[in-house]
């Protein structure tokens, strides 16, 4: 597998217009209307594990996305509306087929496995998990109702494995799924644009950070 850096963070801007241009046009399908204030941001495995040039499990994409998801941060922060920081965290009783497929386990006591502190986690609530879906034995779906939030944006890492399948999962629990083309990020290219063009055929709304951050203004 082929590891590139098809995001920089000069540049980002111009890469994701590029990547929803080339997004094929589906059959027409009832639009979701998104919503600000009916909505949650998810932002999934911003940890340094992913982060980290020296890791081995290093997404050379993944720092461009940080100052467009430090904006939404903010931008959900003002307007006192929930964000949700997940951090993947396995034990060998938990990981499942996840241990035997990548022979390595995230573990709490690794360093590593901290969330990012250019990410401010205070702003919001960090949930577990244990698997690449954010539902999956966790309170996130609860959390969610309660609140109450009937849309998600999902952000983070990695575009075709957490991300992906907390935004099927999110769908199928009845959640309309917003998913950043220029906020999440994965190994390369062709991982993110086969998550994306999957997703939006019958999964999720394609958007911008720059789309959700004019919703946010809009409303001051």
């Known amino acids: 597998m082929q590891k590139e850096s098809y995001f920089s963070t000069e540049d980002i801007d111009r890469q ?16 979701s209307n998104f919503s600000l204030q009916n ?7 911003m940890q340094e594990y992913f982060l980290e040039p020296a890791s081995h499990a290093y997404i050379p994409s993944a720092n ?5 998801l430090q904006a939404l941060i903010q931008a959900y922060t003002d307007h006192e509306l929930p964000i949700i920081f997940t951090r993947h ?13 990548w022979q390595d386990l995230i573990t709490a006591n690794n360093p590593l496995s901290e969330i990012t502190a250019r990410l401010d986690v205070s702003k919001g609530f960090v949930l577990p998990k244990s698997q690449y ?28 494995l957490c991300c992906e399948t907390t ?16 906020g999440t990020a994965t190994y390369n290219i ?13 999964f999720a709304t ?15």
Not at 39 to 45: F, I, K, N, R
Not at 64 to 68: D, L, Q
Not at 190 to 202: K, T, V
């Open 16 to 31: 994701a217009a590029e990547i929803c241009q080339a997004l094929p046009v589906f059959r027409q399908k009832p639009s």
């Open 39 to 45: 909505s949650a941001l998810l932002v999934l495995d």
């Open 64 to 68: 461009a996305i940080i100052p467009g």
């Open 89 to 101: 965290l396995n034990t060998p009783q938990d990981s499942g087929l996840m241990g035997r497929w």
């Open 133 to 160: 879906d954010a539902f999956y034995k966790t309170t996130l779906e609860e959390h969610l109702r309660k609140i109450p939030a009937s849309q998600v944006v999902i952000s983070g890492v990695m575009t075709h």
């Open 167 to 182: 935004a099927r999962s999110a769908f199928t629990r009845g959640f309309d799924v917003f998913f950043l083309v220029d």
């Open 190 to 202: 062709e991982f993110h644009r086969a998550s994306l063009i999957n997703l939006a055929h019958g």
């Open 206 to 220: 394609m958007t911008r950070v720059k789309d959700i951050l004019a919703e946010a203004n809009h409303g001051n």
